[in-house]
């Protein structure tokens, strides 16, 4: 029998993107090395492991669920994804005296920074500031426990050594990774859901709506904008946005830009970002995108041709500008300059879309990052 893992998320199967793909793919990779249990909010789509849903956002819950693993599951290693799983998992050990386990923190952003990049472009600065407090303090009481870390990107260990005058001992930076749906390029869908669009090229845009965090909002506004002074070239191009209703749209839209909502079906997604020409990475300075990485790679997993701001790449430094994407300043016309010329010139950029292609298959499979983290898990746990 192998080790047991317990994986501690904030999972949510009724959103599945965002916090959800990094415990559910990984999780389901690690059942290859590991004897896996899941814990998150809404576990129904694990169907590859026992799995318990918590159903809430609370500390008490979490610490509850936790401690009832411990004494039933008993496992070797606890695996928590985020400062609220990390922190009941850190109480529950203390709590239950369990010194049987390992216990390792993954890190898919660093929220105090987040909080403070949007201080002053949210309309409630003062309860933004009181979240970096918070986040700040959650997160430094792991940083400070001396347990292993993972983080999802590059600049999480320099963003800690900045905020808390130290580097952590063992802190090892392992990304997110893609799905083999997207990443299998024979198999491609037979009709073209932007047919009625065509002979326009396509901008496809992901942005759900998400829990807590503005990111996606600002970058739906930025899509508009540019989508705005594009208008005259509709028959050049037309925005997709994935994930919104123009219903939740309270600005003026422009006629070259049409809104999905959300697409249920995986392979209805799939559809819809295999046909679509270029995609399109939005984000503003404030907006910290940690997880634009998520649709970053799934973008380059499909072999599109990626647009993007500086803060799109967040925690992607390996994708540099005019080897793997096009990276543009920050302002709408910026942006909107770029796409226009990647539209009137998609064949001069086609080797930008297979480098990228090659980088994603050698490197960033859901399999891949799990091997990397399977193996830092054995690294730490006893013996």
Same mark, same amino acid.
């Given at each position: ?46 169907? =590859? ?9 609370? &500390? ?26 990390? @922190? ?23 929220? /105090?920074?987040? =909080? ?40 999480? /260990? ?12 063992? +802190? ?20 073209? /859901? ?11 845009? +992901? ?41 939740? +749209? ?9 809104? @999905? ?13 295999? =046909?679509?020409?270029?995609?399109? &990475? ?63 010139? +998609? ?29 830092? @898990? ?6």
């Amino acid at each position: 029998m192998g080790k047991r893992l317990l994986i501690v998320s904030t999972l949510d199967s009724s959103q599945p993107f965002g916090a959800f793909t990094r415990p559910f793919y990984l999780g389901q990779y690690l059942t290859e090395y590991f004897d896996v249990f899941q814990l998150g909010l809404d576990c129904s789509s694990v169907n =590859y492991a026992p799995s318990f849903s918590i159903a809430s956002r609370s &500390l008490k819950s979490y610490i509850k669920a936790i401690e009832k693993c411990i004494d039933e599951f008993c496992p070797d290693i606890v695996y928590a994804q985020e400062t609220l799983p990390g @922190l009941a998992a850190l109480i529950s050990l203390k709590l239950r005296k369990y010194s049987s386990s390992s216990l390792v923190f993954d890190f898919h952003t660093f929220s /105090p920074y987040e =909080y403070w990049m949007r201080l002053f472009s949210v309309a409630n600065p003062f309860k933004e500031f009181a979240q970096c407090i918070k986040t700040y303090i959650a997160q430094g009481t792991l940083i400070f426990s001396g347990s292993p870390i993972i983080a999802a990107g590059e600049s999480i /260990p320099r963003l800690i050594s900045q905020w808390y005058g130290k580097t952590p001992q063992q +802190i090892y930076c392992i990304g997110n990774g893609v799905t083999e749906d997207l990443l299998n390029t024979e198999d491609f869908p037979d009709k073209d /859901p932007y047919q009625a669009f065509r002979p326009a090229k396509i901008v496809v845009l +992901i942005a759900p709506k998400t829990f807590q965090f503005p990111t996606n909002d600002m970058s739906v506004s930025m899509a508009i904008e540019v989508a705005k002074s594009l208008e005259s070239h509709e028959n050049k191009l037309h925005f997709i946005v994935i994930g919104r209703d123009s219903s939740d +749209i309270s600005e003026p839209i422009p006629s070259n830009i049409s809104f @999905l909502g959300f697409l249920p079906r995986r392979e209805d997604f799939v559809d819809h970002l295999k =046909y679509a020409d270029i995609a399109l &990475l939005p984000f503003s300075k404030q907006a910290v995108a940690g997880g634009a990485r998520n649709k970053a790679l799934d973008y380059f997993a499909s072999k599109k041709l990626v647009v993007s701001t500086p803060e799109g790449l967040r925690g992607l430094e390996e994708f540099r500008n005019l080897e793997h994407l096009l990276v543009t300043g920050y302002s709408s016309e910026e942006v909107a300059s770029t796409v226009l010329d990647a539209a009137s010139n +998609i064949d001069k950029y086609q080797s930008l879309v297979d480098t990228a292609y090659t980088l994603i298959t050698e490197k960033y499979s859901w399999n891949a990052r799990a091997q990397n983290i399977a193996e830092i @898990l054995m690294r730490v746990s006893p013996s």
